[in-house]
């Protein structure tokens, strides 16, 4: 590292340095001193698999880069029921600025780590700097893309390819690295059955049995009933449908 990559860096803060949403997240957008900024308005959490973070129709008041794990959102029906709409994965941002109620549920799927701030705070940066808005847009309309393609999976593509196509879609979050180069991948799946059966719009007997096809194939392996190896991952896309 040469020296104005040292001066550069000791201007942003310690627990900004290794951070991933500083790196391939929101705050990548970011000068030093705006980092610093909101390093003192900001705060550090580890949550627990299960714990709800966002509420449908609770007041806003705080927004998170996701730093670790999965969040899994839903929405919920009038009479109880719920829908999950979507996964987020590190280094998202979760919450919705411009908003004074959610209207959407956020719930840890697996352990998490967050770096939370002041919905005040957020919005003023987001007025200060046309970098870091772009940044936000750019996160919106990615959603919008994923959420576009993943309309095309629920509505048209066959049972095995949409279990294949989740799983790649996990693999893509959790190890981008070795998903872009066609390699191995190694994940926890971070849902249960009943949950991968409701985001697909399948039943459990028939995730299972799609897994288990997938397993019997060679295509993955799967240990504890959650870990998943997929073997390689250009296998995996192609049964995915693409």
């Known amino acids: 590292m040469n020296l104005r990559q040292d001066i550069h ?40 698999p299960g714990a709800e973070l966002i509420g449908d129709s609770e007041n806003i008041d ?59 705070v957020l919005e003023r940066m987001i007025h200060e700097s046309p970098g870091f808005e772009r940044r936000l847009l750019r996160q919106a309309l990615n959603e919008l893309d994923e959420a576009r393609d993943w309309m095309v999976t629920l509505g048209r593509k066959t049972a095995g390819e949409k279990v294949a196509s989740f ?26 059955r009943a949950d ?3 985001f697909l719009g399948l039943t459990i007997e028939t995730v299972s049995r799609q897994l288990t096809k997938l397993r019997t194939e060679g295509v993955i392996g799967i240990e504890n009933n959650r870990r998943v190896n997929v073997h390689n991952m250009e296998r995996l896309e192609a049964r995915s449908g693409r």
């Open 167 to 192: 799983l790649v879609r996990i693999a893509r979050n959790i190890d981008p690295e070795a998903a872009a180069n066609g390699a191995s991948a190694t994940f926890d799946l971070p849902l249960t």
């Open 62 to 120: 705080s927004f998170s880069n996701i730093l670790s794990g999965v969040v899994k959102l839903t929405k919920t029906l009038s009479d109880g029921r719920q829908q999950i709409v979507g996964l987020q994965f590190a280094p998202d941002f979760l919450g919705r600025p411009f908003r004074s109620e959610s209207v959407i549920n956020a719930q840890a799927a697996t352990e998490l780590s967050l770096c939370s701030f002041p919905k005040s």
């Open 9 to 48: 860096n000791s201007d942003i803060p310690v627990l900004c340095q290794a951070c991933e949403a500083r790196h391939r997240g929101l705050c990548g957008a970011l000068e030093p001193k705006q980092l610093v900024a909101l390093s003192r308005t900001s705060s550090r959490h580890r949550i627990h």
């Open 196 to 198: 991968i059966a409701d």
